[in-house]
């Protein structure tokens, strides 16, 4: 790890946090955010989004709701276009780090900004965790490519010497068309662009988590420390569907499940009791 005296200064202030979502999630999935880990972070959330909506815009600072013109096709198509949209907007004021999470994403920003400050921003770092156990290979004009990418679904970070890297693979759209090109997800074509063209290695955090692993393997004792957690459905053996929610233990106190199917709330609470919503859901 590449420590700068610089860098210890790192805040929220230093993040872009881009998380993409859908107006059929807007009112399934965001009021979690909102209620937990947005206010912390307010000033650094950018929401790329595929519909207006007044009320959910309300919650974000000005300029910070975006309505990408690129979604109703594919949905691979949809989704690179808004990463691509989160890209452009990030690059026109670099900040110390582009980040990009899903709207079932949550984010323990104190975690997240203590875990960036351990990195130096005018180094090239490429921060999150790798679903995958092996290089993925794509093939790309006919040749086999192999390549390490991170899980959009676990969020991801990138410094910003890196970022600017990107910019002629990337910057004005050219992101979704690289991926469009050659038919690979978001997270994917990034993570290609990174570690392919660019060469620069994934640095792998495992406080990072998507609901592609099973979450319930977290110990309770351990929930503080991570840095994103999300929900889902977890299939073993591709049949067998569970849900893939973070396990309590008893350790935490949880919510009535109908209120928090996620368990995120709970954690959320759990961690910062005086936060916004908490109160009013009268944890035990
Ligand atoms: N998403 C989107 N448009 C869609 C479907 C999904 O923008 O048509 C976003 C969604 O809001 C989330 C991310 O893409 O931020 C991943 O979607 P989801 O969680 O549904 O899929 P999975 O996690 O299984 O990839
Ligand atoms: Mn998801």
Not at 66 to 87: I, T
Not at 142 to 167: D, P, V
Not at 181 to 189: G, H, K, L, Q, T
Not at 207 to 230: A, C, N
Request: with cysteine; charged share 20%.
């Amino acid at each position: 790890v590449q420590l700068s005296g610089d860098n210890t200064s790192t805040s929220i202030d230093d993040l872009f946090i881009g998380v993409k979502s859908s107006g059929k999630f807007h009112k399934v999935r965001l009021p979690l955010l909102l209620d937990t880990w947005i206010p912390f972070a307010r000033q650094a959330t950018f929401l790329i989004t595929d519909v207006d909506d007044e009320e959910v815009k309300a919650e974000f600072e000005p300029d910070h709701y975006h309505v990408s013109r690129c979604s109703s096709s594919h949905h691979r198509v949809g989704l690179v276009c808004k990463v691509s949209v989160a890209y452009d907007l990030y690059i026109l004021k670099p900040r110390r780090w582009f980040c990009m999470a899903d709207d079932d994403t949550y984010i323990n920003i104190p975690n997240l900004v203590y875990t960036l400050a351990q990195y130096d921003h005018t180094k090239d770092w490429y921060i999150g965790k790798p679903s995958l156990k092996y290089p993925i290979r794509v093939n790309i004009n006919n040749r086999k490519e192999s390549f390490w990418f991170l899980t959009g679904g676990a969020g991801y970070c990138i410094s910003q010497s890196l970022a600017l890297k990107m910019i002629p693979y990337a910057r004005g759209g050219k992101l979704r068309e690289l991926a469009n090109s050659i038919r690979i997800p978001d997270d994917v074509a990034v993570g290609y662009i990174i570690n392919s063209i660019l060469a620069v290695d994934i640095t792998r955090v495992p406080t990072f988590h998507s609901h592609l692993e099973g979450l319930w393997r977290i110990s309770p004792y351990q929930l503080k420390d991570q840095v994103t957690l999300s929900y889902g459905e977890f299939s073993s053996s591709g049949r067998r569907v569970t849900s893939n929610v973070v396990n309590t233990g008893g350790i935490i106190p949880t919510f009535p499940p109908p209120t928090d199917p996620t368990r995120l709330r709970s954690v959320h609470c759990y961690l910062y009791p005086n936060a916004r919503e908490c109160s009013r859901f009268g944890i035990a």
